[in-house]
């Protein structure tokens, strides 16, 4: 954190002096760089330089402006076009406007009004920025930002105290986390009521023992969950009972006979499960409530030996998941297991025999061509003795996880396949013969090497990485790989059931999108406690019906309007429900703004909420119907988005006199009052007699722009730079207005424009004499026609744009006198291109 000088009183008035070198200048800016007192004088010390004004110019405009030597600054020859320049308000590291050593406060000050949520952050997790910016961001509205200062380390002690009281559960975790967070802080948080954060401060260093052991008494003495009656926890609660490895058998049974179907799953598939338990999971009504202890290890043989003959999709895929069937009954599940079940298998099995079996009755020729899973199965299995294992683990289709299970395993894998093996799938890579015995030797087969970062990014983006990538980055400690992974088509069920309880919502959203999971995860999802996890469920085209009909009365909007569609096919009403003012106005904007279908839109364009009927209006599944009703909303900003789209002509006439300047605008710029001709884009004359003579220069431009009156042409060179502009870009200007327009003509802008391809020698050279900023010198010294002609190069050879005499100089043929004055340039850059 930035901490005052001593010096700092007297370089102040040092900073003060008229007189102070400029080199001192930025020295005593770099120096109290968190000083908004400092930065202020030297923007005002004339002795300030042309570069470091323009700094100031920028992020403290109106202390620049009274700097005495401004008229000096705006003489510099590229003023107009540098002085122009807004500052960056979006964070790149490339950008280096803001030094992370010392970033000067005004810059800091401006990026934290303008800049987005990613600058902002920056701006925040800079260690020498001073103590009131901090302060100044504690009550942001922006949970994210908040998180960034708690990882500060170098906080005082009343601002963690504030943090960790803070709504946002990341920000106290983060805080709980901070290394130097202070004991009054952690005293908080230890008592925080999410157990995670409490457990984070209890165990900290610099927490209290006193806290500590008030801590952990309160929460001994406050009855836990398996403590409490099943009859008094929720959904969550008891999902959380029953994947709590530390549950007692008393309360799985009990949990096994619970009403929920998704709760005895989890009493089904816990790691202690009692074969009581998993005996009378087996027979439930519910035949995908089976498949739980299909998938438990645990589960006695006699009745996986009864699962096994049910034909049953769930039930097979969770037997194929299961590690403890022995290899007779994976032979047998594979001669009847269905074609995701079998999938499943010939991932997961240890056997090769499996596989065989799974690839036995495959039709060999062009029948069994047909690259299915089952082709790339065979084409692995025999690759164990060609070694030709690269192409199948390359392959875009091909990536399966069995594909490196058996590669991984085999003595003809290739070099450049083993080492990543190696690395990322050990359990499988130990099985390989060769392998296997360099470790019982205590030597190293081969140095395990992973992938680069790129092609892991594009493999995981792709959803699409390697099996072996995506079961190594599911089973990691990275939030974000693993989360991507979750997504990959190559992982398989199992490393999937974890998810459905994840902390983090957007990894269950990635979960719900999935089309290949058992109805459990469908279930699981279904209750989530958020809309958006259950809004993905209710979009998923796999989903079952029985899951969606849960959905119907839903809280949130958008869930309910999706399940409806879903379970009407699209033909029956929009939703079972009013949607019109009903729950979050965000979530029935979000659905206004997403939706194809247009009875939702006809029903939310009468809400009450303005986000909601803006998205309608935006919406370009909107009927004209709609909009012309729209048109007349209370809201400017919806009028706006309906006046640049309505095709009504009377309307849109109408809305030219709206009362909102930016209504008439959008109105005026919709782009049915235009059309091609030849090409070029042209308007009707009565629209141009609408808006001509119209308050708003705007409107006026696009009259000037398009008009073939001369009389009005006249008038508009006079007009402000909005309608010069628009003058200048109009293709009916004969070359005699032209020129009258250049002599009477100030805009930059205009100017360039005018002369922009011109024949006109007259209308050249009046444009030229003009022409001062570097931002419209394109038309002058790109012409390269004019630049060759005598009268032009011996009038430009002075002109006072370096740009224009450069370009000039670079002409292969010049008159005398221009080469001899250009040779004589200021600029050695000019000269040097005469050489």
Same mark, same amino acid.
């Given at each position: 954190?930035?901490?005052?000088?001593?010096?700092?009183?007297?370089?102040?008035?040092?900073?003060?002096?008229?007189?102070?070198?400029?080199?001192?200048?930025?020295?005593?800016?770099?120096?109290?760089? #968190?000083?908004?007192?400092?930065?202020?004088?030297?923007?005002?010390?004339?002795? +300030?330089?042309?570069?470091?004004?323009?700094?100031?110019?920028?992020?403290?405009?109106?202390?620049?402006?009274?700097?005495?030597?401004?008229?000096?600054?705006?003489?510099?020859?590229?003023?107009?076009?540098?002085? @122009?320049?807004?500052?960056?308000?979006?964070?790149?590291?490339?950008?280096?406007?803001?030094?992370?050593?010392? %970033?000067?406060?005004?810059?800091?000050?401006?990026?934290?009004?303008?800049?987005?949520?990613?600058?902002?952050?920056?701006?925040?997790?800079?260690?020498?920025?001073?103590?009131?910016?901090?302060?100044?961001?504690?009550?942001?509205?922006?949970?994210?930002?908040?998180?960034?200062?708690?990882?500060?380390?170098?906080?005082?002690?009343?601002?963690?105290?504030? /943090?960790?009281?803070?709504?946002?559960? =990341?920000?106290?975790?983060?805080?709980?986390?901070?290394?130097?967070?202070?004991?009054?802080?952690?005293? =908080?948080?230890?008592?925080?009521?999410?157990?995670?954060?409490?457990?984070?401060?209890?165990?900290?260093?610099?927490?209290?023992?006193?806290?500590?052991?008030?801590?952990?008494?309160?929460?001994?003495?406050?009855?836990?969950?398996?403590?409490?009656?099943?009859?008094? /926890?929720?959904?969550?609660?008891?999902?959380?009972?029953?994947?709590?490895?530390?549950?007692?058998?008393?309360?799985?049974?009990?949990?096994?006979?619970?009403?929920?179907?998704?709760?005895?799953?989890?009493?089904?598939?816990?790691?202690?499960?009692?074969?009581?338990?998993?005996? #009378?999971?087996?027979?439930?009504?519910?035949?995908?409530?089976?498949?739980?202890?299909?998938?438990?290890?645990?589960?006695?043989?006699?009745?996986?030996?009864?699962?096994?003959?049910?034909?049953? @999709?769930?039930?097979?895929?969770?037997?194929?998941?299961?590690?403890?069937?022995?290899?007779?009954?994976?032979?047998?599940?594979?001669?009847?297991?269905?074609?995701?079940?079998?999938?499943?298998?010939?991932?997961?099995?240890?056997?090769?025999?499996?596989?065989?079996?799974?690839?036995?009755?495959?039709?060999?020729?062009?029948? #069994?061509?047909?690259? =299915?899973?089952?082709?790339?199965?065979?084409?692995?299995?025999?690759?164990?003795?060609?070694?030709?294992?690269?192409?199948?683990?390359?392959?875009?289709?091909?990536?399966?996880?069995?594909?490196?299970?058996?590669?991984?395993?085999?003595?003809?894998?290739?070099?450049?396949?083993?080492?990543?093996?190696?690395?990322?799938?050990?359990?499988?890579?130990?099985?390989?013969?060769?392998?296997?015995?360099? /470790?019982?030797?205590?030597?190293?087969?081969?140095?395990?090497?992973?992938?680069?970062?790129?092609?892991?990014?594009?493999?995981?983006?792709?959803?699409?990485?390697?099996?072996?990538?995506?079961?190594?980055?599911?089973?990691?400690?990275?939030?974000?790989?693993?989360?991507?992974?979750?997504?990959?088509?190559?992982?398989?069920?199992?490393?999937?059931?974890?998810?459905?309880?994840?902390?983090?919502?957007?990894?269950?959203?990635?979960?719900?999108?999935?089309?290949?999971?058992?109805?459990?995860?469908?279930?699981?999802?279904?209750?989530?406690?958020?809309?958006?996890?259950?809004?993905?469920?209710?979009?998923?085209?796999?989903?079952?019906?029985?899951? /969606?009909?849960?959905?119907?009365?839903?809280?949130?909007?958008?869930?309910?309007?999706?399940?409806?569609?879903?379970?009407?096919?699209?033909?029956? %009403?929009?939703?079972?429900?009013?949607?019109?003012?009903?729950?979050?106005?965000?979530?029935?904007?979000?659905?206004?703004?997403?939706?194809?279908?247009?009875?939702?839109?006809?029903?939310?364009? #009468?809400?009450?909420?303005?986000?909601?009927?803006?998205?309608?209006?935006?919406?370009?599944?909107?009927?004209?119907?709609?909009?012309?009703?729209?048109?007349?909303?209370?809201?400017?900003?919806?009028?706006?988005?309906?006046?640049?789209?309505?095709?009504?002509?009377?309307?849109?006439? =109408?809305?030219?006199?709206?009362?909102?300047?930016?209504?008439?605008?959008?109105?005026?710029?919709?782009?049915?009052?235009?059309?091609?001709?030849?090409?070029?884009?042209? +308007?009707?004359?009565?629209?141009?007699?609408?808006?001509?003579?119209?308050?708003?220069?705007?409107?006026?431009?696009?009259?000037?722009?398009?008009?073939?009156?001369?009389?009005?042409?006249?008038?508009?060179?006079?007009?402000?730079?909005?309608?010069?502009?628009?003058?200048?870009?109009?293709?009916?200007?004969?070359?005699?207005?032209?020129?009258?327009?250049?002599?009477? +003509?100030?805009?930059?802008?205009?100017?360039?424009?005018?002369?922009?391809?011109?024949?006109?020698?007259?209308?050249?050279?009046?444009?030229?004499?003009?022409?001062?900023?570097?931002?419209?010198?394109?038309?002058?010294?790109?012409?390269?026609?004019?630049?060759?002609?005598?009268?032009?190069?011996?009038?430009?050879?002075?002109?006072?744009?370096?740009?224009?005499?450069?370009?000039?100089?670079?002409?292969?043929?010049?008159?005398?006198?221009?080469?001899?004055?250009?040779?004589?340039?200021?600029?050695?850059?000019?000269?040097?291109?005469?050489?």
């Amino acid at each position: 954190m930035y901490q005052r000088q001593p010096e700092y009183e007297q370089d102040l008035v040092l900073a003060k002096d008229p007189n102070t070198a400029s080199d001192t200048l930025r020295v005593l800016l770099a120096k109290h760089h #968190g000083e908004r007192e400092m930065a202020e004088t030297i923007a005002r010390n004339p002795a +300030c330089d042309y570069l470091l004004f323009l700094q100031f110019w920028k992020f403290l405009p109106e202390i620049a402006a009274t700097n005495p030597a401004l008229s000096e600054y705006q003489a510099q020859e590229h003023w107009q076009d540098q002085s @122009s320049v807004q500052p960056r308000l979006s964070y790149s590291k490339w950008s280096g406007e803001i030094s992370a050593a010392k %970033p000067e406060i005004h810059k800091a000050e401006y990026i934290m009004q303008h800049g987005n949520g990613a600058y902002q952050r920056y701006i925040m997790s800079l260690g020498p920025i001073p103590e009131y910016l901090i302060r100044d961001y504690l009550e942001s509205k922006s949970a994210p930002l908040r998180k960034v200062i708690a990882g500060r380390t170098d906080l005082p002690a009343d601002i963690q105290e504030k /943090l960790a009281a803070d709504s946002a559960k =990341t920000v106290r975790k983060v805080l709980a986390e901070n290394a130097s967070a202070t004991g009054s802080a952690l005293a =908080t948080l230890a008592m925080d009521d999410d157990q995670e954060i409490a457990g984070l401060a209890q165990q900290h260093p610099n927490c209290p023992d006193d806290v500590i052991v008030q801590a952990r008494t309160q929460a001994s003495a406050a009855p836990g969950l398996a403590d409490t009656a099943i009859e008094a /926890l929720n959904f969550a609660q008891l999902a959380a009972l029953a994947s709590d490895v530390d549950t007692p058998e008393d309360k799985l049974m009990a949990l096994g006979q619970h009403d929920d179907p998704c709760i005895r799953f989890l009493a089904g598939i816990h790691a202690h499960a009692p074969a009581a338990l998993l005996t #009378g999971l087996a027979e439930d009504q519910l035949k995908w409530v089976r498949a739980a202890p299909a998938l438990n290890t645990r589960t006695p043989v006699s009745v996986i030996d009864k699962l096994l003959k049910q034909k049953i @999709s769930d039930i097979q895929v969770a037997l194929a998941s299961n590690s403890s069937l022995s290899e007779e009954q994976q032979l047998q599940l594979a001669l009847v297991a269905g074609d995701r079940a079998a999938y499943e298998l010939a991932n997961m099995t240890q056997y090769d025999s499996v596989r065989e079996r799974l690839v036995a009755d495959l039709p060999t020729g062009k029948a #069994g061509a047909k690259k =299915t899973w089952r082709y790339y199965l065979r084409e692995a299995l025999a690759a164990r003795k060609t070694g030709k294992f690269t192409s199948l683990q390359q392959g875009a289709k091909s990536r399966h996880l069995f594909v490196s299970r058996i590669a991984a395993r085999a003595e003809s894998c290739p070099d450049n396949l083993i080492v990543h093996y190696a690395y990322y799938c050990f359990e499988d890579y130990s099985q390989n013969p060769l392998a296997a015995l360099a /470790l019982l030797e205590g030597k190293s087969h081969v140095k395990p090497i992973p992938y680069r970062e790129w092609k892991i990014d594009k493999w995981l983006t792709e959803k699409a990485a390697p099996g072996f990538i995506a079961r190594y980055y599911i089973r990691g400690d990275d939030p974000k790989r693993r989360a991507q992974a979750v997504s990959s088509w190559t992982t398989p069920l199992l490393d999937l059931l974890p998810f459905a309880l994840d902390a983090d919502t957007n990894t269950r959203k990635r979960l719900a999108e999935r089309g290949d999971l058992i109805q459990f995860l469908y279930e699981m999802l279904a209750r989530d406690e958020k809309s958006g996890v259950r809004e993905q469920i209710a979009k998923n085209k796999k989903v079952p019906k029985s899951v /969606l009909e849960q959905f119907s009365n839903d809280k949130a909007t958008t869930v309910r309007t999706q399940t409806s569609m879903r379970l009407s096919g699209g033909d029956g %009403p929009a939703v079972a429900q009013p949607l019109v003012n009903q729950g979050s106005a965000t979530e029935r904007a979000r659905l206004a703004k997403k939706t194809d279908d247009k009875r939702i839109l006809a029903e939310l364009s #009468g809400d009450r909420a303005a986000s909601v009927r803006l998205s309608v209006a935006k919406n370009s599944y909107t009927e004209s119907e709609i909009l012309n009703r729209l048109a007349g909303d209370s809201e400017a900003k919806i009028r706006a988005v309906v006046a640049a789209r309505m095709k009504d002509e009377s309307i849109r006439r =109408t809305m030219l006199m709206d009362e909102d300047k930016t209504v008439r605008i959008a109105a005026a710029r919709n782009g049915r009052w235009y059309r091609r001709e030849n090409n070029v884009r042209t +308007c009707d004359a009565p629209f141009i007699e609408l808006i001509c003579h119209a308050d708003d220069e705007e409107l006026r431009a696009i009259a000037a722009e398009y008009t073939d009156n001369p009389a009005l042409m006249k008038q508009y060179m006079s007009d402000s730079e909005t309608v010069t502009i628009g003058l200048a870009r109009n293709g009916n200007l004969t070359e005699e207005l032209k020129i009258e327009f250049a002599k009477r +003509c100030d805009s930059q802008i205009a100017l360039a424009a005018l002369v922009r391809n011109t024949e006109s020698e007259q209308l050249f050279l009046i444009v030229a004499d003009k022409i001062s900023s570097r931002k419209a010198d394109d038309p002058i010294r790109c012409h390269g026609e004019m630049l060759s002609r005598p009268a032009v190069q011996d009038r430009l050879c002075t002109h006072i744009l370096t740009s224009v005499r450069l370009a000039l100089a670079r002409q292969k043929v010049l008159t005398d006198h221009a080469r001899a004055t250009l040779s004589q340039d200021n600029d050695k850059w000019v000269r040097a291109e005469l050489r």
